[in-house]
Structures are given as C-alpha cells and as structure tokens.
C-alpha cells in the first residue's frame, strides 16, 4: 500500500469513528509522511519520519 492511500484510509476512518481532537492529532501526526507519498509503507523507516517531525 503506498503512503497516500494508507493516509486517506487512516483519516477516513477516523472521521467516521473519533473525536475531533483525535482526527487534529492523527492528521497532525500523519503530516510528516506525507513528504513520501508514492513510497510503500513498508519502504519508509522510523528515522525518515523522525527527521520530518
């Protein structure tokens, strides 16, 4: 699954079934792997994504 489509499904779900402050911080949180779009998830490590944060 690429980053955007795990990022679309994640935040959808979320809509559907949190809080807003969940959906803030889940979208907030999600911010920074969306410098990898087209990237699998399975391609991205935790140091990439700590770097963007």
Do not use: G, W
């Not at 959906?23 to 920074?32: N, R």
Request: with cysteine; net charge positive; aromatic share 8%.
């Amino acid at each position: 699954m690429k980053i955007s489509e795990a990022i679309n499904f994640c935040l959808q779900y979320h809509k559907i079934n949190s809080r807003n402050n969940t959906i803030k911080i889940t979208s907030f949180s999600l911010e920074s792997l969306r410098t990898y779009p087209a990237r699998e998830i399975d391609s991205v490590t935790t140091e990439e994504v700590n770097i963007h944060r």
